[in-house]
């Protein structure tokens, strides 16, 4: 009995700094009545990365519980080009196929997922496909992936590779036919069960 109190015990000053911690990382953002300073505030975060229209008005209306004061600064934010969807997807397309060597459909989810349009997605993504090679970027991927391997490339190796290219946003059958040229092996299709 007494050693269940005792490993339930929580300290005051554990949860003194929990409180700090979380009141200083979960506060909500100080908040904002005027439209200048709500559209400098605006700028401030685009000046530290690009944002999606909705991603905008999200952040902003965490700042100003004011809707016609949020709406107000997104017209004049779009008028002055400094928020622009179909530009944020070029930009946010090209960036996640040459840095990050991600796939076309990784790509899309997470734009959708930050609120642009389809429209824009996919001119975008084809914008970047007449300039890059997927099936290239699939071949960097597996050939960093065996010089991080070690040992002998079993299936389960080769299984889980093909799952970390899948989950990077790749067509299977690309990742399917690139694995197979670098390895030499064949490797099973899409469904079928392993014996």
């Given at each position: 009995?007494?050693?269940?109190?005792?490993?339930?015990?929580?300290s005051?000053?554990?949860?003194?700094?929990?409180?700090?911690y979380?009141?200083?990382?979960?506060?909500?953002?100080?908040?904002?009545?005027?439209?200048?300073?709500?559209?400098?505030?605006?700028?401030?975060?685009?000046t530290?990365?690009?944002?999606?229209?909705?991603?905008?008005?999200?952040?902003?209306?965490?700042?100003?519980?004011?809707?016609?004061?949020v709406?107000?600064?997104?017209?004049?934010?779009?008028?002055?080009?400094?928020?622009?969807?179909?530009r944020?997807?070029?930009?946010?397309?090209?960036?996640?196929?040459?840095?990050?060597?991600?796939?076309?459909?990784?790509?899309?989810?997470?734009?959708?997922?930050?609120?642009?349009?389809?429209r824009?997605?996919?001119?975008?993504?084809?914008?970047?496909?007449?300039?890059?090679?997927?099936?290239?970027?699939?071949r960097?991927?597996?050939?960093r992936?065996?010089?991080?391997?070690?040992?002998?490339?079993?299936?389960?190796?080769?299984?889980?590779?093909?799952?970390?290219?899948?989950?990077?946003g790749?067509?299977?059958?690309?990742?399917?036919?690139?694995?197979?040229?670098?390895?030499?092996?064949?490797?099973?299709?899409?469904?079928?069960?392993?014996?």
């Amino acid at each position: 009995m007494a050693s269940q109190k005792a490993s339930t015990f929580i300290s005051p000053l554990a949860t003194r700094r929990f409180l700090l911690y979380s009141c200083l990382v979960f506060s909500k953002p100080r908040q904002i009545d005027s439209e200048s300073e709500l559209y400098d505030a605006a700028v401030k975060m685009l000046t530290r990365r690009a944002h999606s229209a909705h991603e905008m008005k999200q952040a902003l209306e965490r700042r100003c519980e004011n809707q016609s004061l949020v709406k107000k600064v997104m017209t004049r934010l779009k008028s002055g080009g400094l928020i622009d969807d179909g530009r944020y997807a070029s930009l946010f397309v090209r960036h996640r196929t040459e840095s990050r060597k991600q796939g076309r459909f990784r790509i899309a989810s997470d734009l959708r997922a930050r609120g642009v349009p389809d429209r824009h997605i996919e001119a975008a993504l084809e914008e970047t496909a007449q300039q890059i090679d997927e099936a290239a970027l699939v071949r960097q991927r597996i050939e960093r992936k065996l010089r991080a391997f070690r040992g002998e490339i079993v299936d389960k190796k080769l299984a889980s590779l093909y799952r970390s290219l899948l989950r990077a946003g790749f067509p299977a059958d690309v990742v399917r036919r690139e694995l197979k040229s670098v390895t030499r092996e064949s490797v099973p299709e899409a469904g079928a069960d392993p014996e």
